[in-house]
């Protein structure tokens, strides 16, 4: 996976709540049997119409948005699905960074397997960076995941809180299956503890 | 010792290694595995010379693009589908894992799969990567939708890396009215805590009017949870589990059958153990009820008219003058005016035989309205065997129904199983979400009996008003 470094971007603002993965990444784009290529399918239904001409007045078609880095959105986004297809589609994006009030649990985990950070913050800071967003590509945001800090255009500070382990593993770009199987021992004896207390399993 | 939760006594119990932080590696009793979201977790494998660590706990089956009609005997039209089936027959294969082929017998959705052949039992882990997967919890088995990335982990490492959810207690007390079902319980629960109410918990449900529910209402309560935001929903086994569970085929036998009795019967929350958020619903009170919006925390009593955006606050305001504009309705209309095009019956919330019993029920010796499109998909091919030999099939297509062959079909639409653009659908299935059935499609949630009932008027109708 990428190391996740400092980021500095053009914030998106997405206000609309329960933005779910259905939005995100439509099942018709499913059927690959590959993780990459969904980026020009990142909420296609709401980015495109059906003869595949733009919607103007969606956000990451204006100009001002096209190529932004961070999404700051309304409550519970990534409602719906386990498809890691949807944080696959972001990535490929080009987007690194989501902000929002709540997020649902798999998409939010399936983030952080994609070198995408999701951040929670209360409703009033999620305001003011959505202010921010507003502006447009002049007003670039800074994440710094090490500090644990955004940074507006005009300079204000937000401290933002991070699993200690998953922040490990974004800032290092690990692997998480090569560093269970550094733990194969637990697991082996587990195993063993198992078989003998429920052998029916 | 402190009391305990359901939640944490199995969390407790499937704990490989705890890190001081907390983070903790869960090991996975039951990994359940479908096309859509499997594909690459193998193509990691053997990128990286990995083999799946516990084949023989590892179940697959087809489900989310697979044809409900006869021809898919034939195989699989669209291109990109029949690669992603054929691709997991061949994983089945390479990897030795158990499976379930399109064409056999025992196919069906995996969330319906999996308990029938009794794979699923309490007290087990159980994931797999759909969101759906909590209709396992049922069981009293820890169970929730995992991503790809970490399918691929527990392929390799029949581990979880985790950190612990918090707990929530779901009661529903009392007994429910007549025309009032397992599916009004989870949308009303839904309805009361919304869409992110359940973030960060597990929950378990309680009370009498969880008790009283078959197995069958139990998994439709449960496989609704993920809906509420929660990871995970859970019910204690009981006696009711326990019949379900017997004599199943993967189901403990002799000797195991009783050691694992004695653990199952200690599977409830201890007297005195804390939940950290309480949500208490009388059973009473629980109406028939539809959705009428694009979430599923857009719920309402039958009887009810369609809400205005201005009785809602924040950022839901505009989220629903967006739906109203997307569902094509107008606040004050009636809910039971809302003329339907098509009713589909089925999905892992509703795709069991007691679901197709209660439409049964509904529309025996009656013909669905005129024009109306109306479709029944059982949830697996033994679910369709058993609603034949009881005749329930023949009643089906009397009244009209397309009476299916099984699988995820029109609860998600990457199949051939579509609604097509203002398409109106009173649906058992789970998600109302904008483009779920079908581009610009509408959904209306509703209870196996609502959609039978709809089917008849070809209109939102109160099923206490038919029976």
């Known amino acids: ?201 | 010792m402190s009391p305990k939760t359901l939640y944490d006594k199995i969390w407790d119990a499937h704990v490989a290694h705890e890190a001081e932080d907390g983070t903790s590696l869960l090991y996975i009793d039951r990994h359940l595995v479908h096309e859509v979201t499997s594909a690459q977790a193998f193509e990691g494998l053997r990128m990286a010379g990995r083999k799946v660590r516990a084949p023989e706990k590892t179940i697959a089956v087809p489900d989310h693009n697979v044809p409900t009609t006869p021809d898919r005997v034939d195989g699989i039209k669209n291109e990109e589908g029949r690669i992603q089936v054929a691709a997991l027959d061949t994983n089945a294969k390479e990897f030795g894992i158990h499976y379930y082929p399109m064409n056999d017998i025992r196919q069906g959705i995996v969330h319906i799969v999996g308990p029938e052949q009794g794979w699923t039992l309490p007290g087990m882990t159980v994931v797999c990567g759909d969101s759906h997967t909590a209709t396992h919890g049922a069981f009293g088995a820890l169970a929730h939708g995992i991503g790809t990335s970490e399918v691929e982990h527990v392929l390799a490492t029949q581990t979880l890396i985790q950190q612990k959810s918090k707990n929530m207690k779901v009661e529903i007390t009392g007994k429910l009215k007549p025309g009032v079902t397992a599916k009004d319980i989870t949308l009303a629960v839904i309805g009361e805590t919304g869409t992110a109410g359940g973030t960060g918990y597990v929950i378990e449900y309680c009370g009498e009017a969880i008790r009283d529910l078959s197995m069958e209402g139990r998994m439709t309560v449960c496989n609704m949870a993920i809906e509420g935001g929660a990871r995970a929903g859970l019910i204690a086994p009981d006696e009711t589990t326990f019949e379900y569970v017997k004599g199943r085929p993967h189901a403990p036998k002799g000797a195991q059958w009783e050691a694992a009795m004695d653990w199952w019967k200690t599977l409830y929350t201890d007297e005195g153990a804390e939940f950290d958020l309480v949500v208490t619903l009388k059973g009473e009170d629980i109406q028939p009820v539809v959705t009428w919006g694009t979430s599923p925390e857009d719920v309402l009593p039958i009887t009810a008219t369609v809400p205005s955006p201005e009785d809602f606050t924040g950022g839901k305001v505009d989220a629903v003058k967006r739906a109203l504009d997307y569902m094509g309705l107008t606040s004050g209309q009636k809910l039971t005016d809302i003329e339907i095009d098509t009713v589909f019956i089925g999905s892992c919330t509703n795709g069991r035989i007691e679901d197709l019993r209660a439409v049964a029920d509904v529309v025996k010796g009656k013909k669905i309205k005129d024009g109306m499109r109306a479709m029944i998909v059982p949830g697996s091919g033994l679910v369709r065997a058993q609603a034949e030999e009881e005749g329930l099939g023949d009643i089906f297509v009397e009244a009209g129904f397309e009476w299916r062959l099984a699988g995820c079909s029109m609860c998600l639409a990457m199949n051939p199983d579509q609604l097509s653009e203002n398409e109106r659908c009173a649906s058992t299935s789970n998600r109302n979400f904008e483009g779920r059935q079908g581009y610009k499609g509408r959904t209306h949630l509703v209870s196996p009996a609502m959609a039978a009932a709809a089917a008849l008027t070809g209109k939102l109708t109160d099923v206490r008003e038919l029976v």
Request: net charge negative; hydrophobic share 40%; charged share 25%.
């Open chain 1, 1 to 201: 996976m990428e190391k996740f470094e400092k980021l500095q971007g053009i914030a998106a603002p997405m206000p609309l709540v329960n933005i779910d993965t259905d939005m995100i990444i439509p099942k018709v784009h499913l059927k690959s049997i590959k993780r990459t290529g969904f980026g020009k399918n990142l909420f296609d239904e709401m980015r495109f119409n059906r003869d595949g001409t733009e919607i103007a007045d969606f956000v990451l078609n204006k100009p001002q948005y096209r190529d932004a880095d961070i999404l700051v959105a309304g409550d519970n986004f990534g409602c719906g699905s386990s498809r890691e297809h949807a944080p696959w589609a972001i990535a490929d994006f080009g987007i690194k960074c989501v902000v929002s009030t709540s997020f649902a649990d798999i998409f939010f985990n399936n983030c952080f397997k994609n070198g995408i950070l999701p951040i929670v913050l209360p409703q009033e800071q999620v305001d003011i960076l959505m202010a921010d967003a507003e502006k447009g590509a002049n007003a670039r945001m800074t994440v710094d995941l090490e500090a644990q800090e955004i940074t507006t255009s005009d300079g204000d500070v937000i401290k933002f809180d991070v699993d200690a382990f998953k922040k490990h593993c974004l800032l290092e770009g690990l692997d998480d299956i090569g560093l269970t199987m550094e733990k194969a021992a637990s697991i082996d004896t587990f195993e063993e503890k198992a078989a003998q207390s429920r052998p029916w399993v």
